[in-house]
């Protein structure tokens, strides 16, 4: 049996769901919280290219089956334990989860349920930070199931009710970094964090199956007005021209996405160790601009997850 290992890539994208219905996350016989988005997890075969002999074309055949890695979209207001598996994914000591992507009416009754066994996150994508943004935030993870099955006469109960629906905006954000004046910074790229699969299942000669990967957590890329950098100048001025780049000068910081009012935390980003490696003008940036911008990016050794 077969995983897609570029699952993300090759399953269809994330489907929102404009009709009359909901999905709902489902873990060990728990549902979790509303998710926005559903892609893949269904059965797939490799196609297997023979090399060419007389014929001019290449002979073609089917190799092992497998399954589409599941993609889900979700926002604010799941519950806590789904948080914790994702905080945990990003350590290293997540466990693989049973559990079902559930599809209800527009009376919310249950009408499928793609089940999925001893699934893994390996993929999360927290989306961009942008002041003045309206767009609603919405977390992309990807799980790879060990195996699916898409039930279309399921029983069970209907829609859990939930009254923990929460709005978050791009624009409501607030990013810190220790020592760097960051109210000057408008946007924050998106951030996808590549998780490796963890093989779980038996083996005749486990010391031939390599160990996982370790995580390479991606650069920060921050956008911000020259006008009140001095800060992140100096940092950059000395971190990377001086030479003083030892661990002890690397920062931390945090981005957090907030409730329109500002006040409360929904998700929140950590970053650890950070290390600044180049600051230039914005793409596009002219000397008519009013607000002349900088990118500053930076590499970070790891990051933690948490939600509200």
Known sequence: MAWSGSGLLAAPPVVRSYSPSHFALELDGVQVGLVTGVGGGLPFANVIKSPPGEEFFFKKQLGFPGYRDIRLEFGPGMEKSFYSWIA?????TATPMNGAVLSFNFNG????????????????????????????????????????????????????????????LSGNFKLTIDGVNTTRVSKVEALTIKLPFKNQGECFRCEDIP?????????VFMT???????????WFQSFVISGENDESKEKSGELTFLTP???????????????IFELAPAIGASSTDSIQRLVASMYCEWMEFSGQ
Do not use: Y
């Open 109 to 168: 009754a249950l009408v499928s349920r793609l089940e999925f066994t001893r699934a893994q996150i390996t993929e999360l994508t927290i989306p961009a930070a942008d002041a003045g943004g309206k767009e609603q935030v919405r977390i992309l993870i990807g799980l790879t199931p060990e195996q699916t099955s898409l039930n279309r006469s399921p029983t069970g109960p209907g829609l859990k009710s939930t009254s923990k629906t929460k709005n978050a």
């Open 88 to 92: 945990q994914a990003l350590q290293g």
């Open 261 to 275: 009012d500002l006040q409360t935390p929904l998700f929140t980003v950590k970053f650890n160790h950070l290390g």
């Open 211 to 219: 160990a996982p990967s370790p995580i390479d957590f991606p650069n």
């Open 224 to 234: 911000l007005s020259q006008t009140g950098a001095e800060s992140i100048e100096q």
